[in-house]
Nanobody
């Protein structure tokens, strides 16, 4: 079992940066984890994933080269560094644990989400 709480969202201008954090309680280091996002009127989509050691990562094509996922198992925290933000990155961002794929149904544990809004 793991509890997840996201933070770091906010309003930023296009081209700016934000760093999201996902603090976890429970067996954090045992799980692969991921970030997903859901824009208004759209389905939730995969953004990035990371293995339980942090040695393997994967990204959606739409964020590759701009976003970086990382984790610090000593702090029970996962991060998403988002650079060169675009208005189309506007969404609620969720962290998830327990899956290794880009399919949300493979992740049993979810946070409540944090809003990211990018103004043009």
């Amino acid at each position: 079992q793991v509890q997840l709480v996201e933070s770091g969202g906010g309003l930023v201008s296009a081209g700016g940066s934000l760093r999201l954090s996902c603090a976890a309680g429970g067996a954090f280091s045992s799980y692969a984890m991921g970030w997903f996002r859901q824009a208004p009127g759209k389905e939730r989509e995969f953004v990035a994933g990371i293995s339980w050691t942090g040695g393997m990562t994967g990204y959606a094509d739409s964020v590759k080269g701009r976003f970086t996922i990382s984790r610090d198992n000593a702090k029970n925290t996962m991060y998403l560094q988002m650079n060169s933000l675009k208005p189309e990155d506007t969404a609620v961002y969720y962290c998830a644990a327990g899956g290794i794929t880009n399919r949300q149904n493979d992740y049993p544990y979810w946070g409540q989400g944090t809003q990211v809004t990018v103004s043009s």
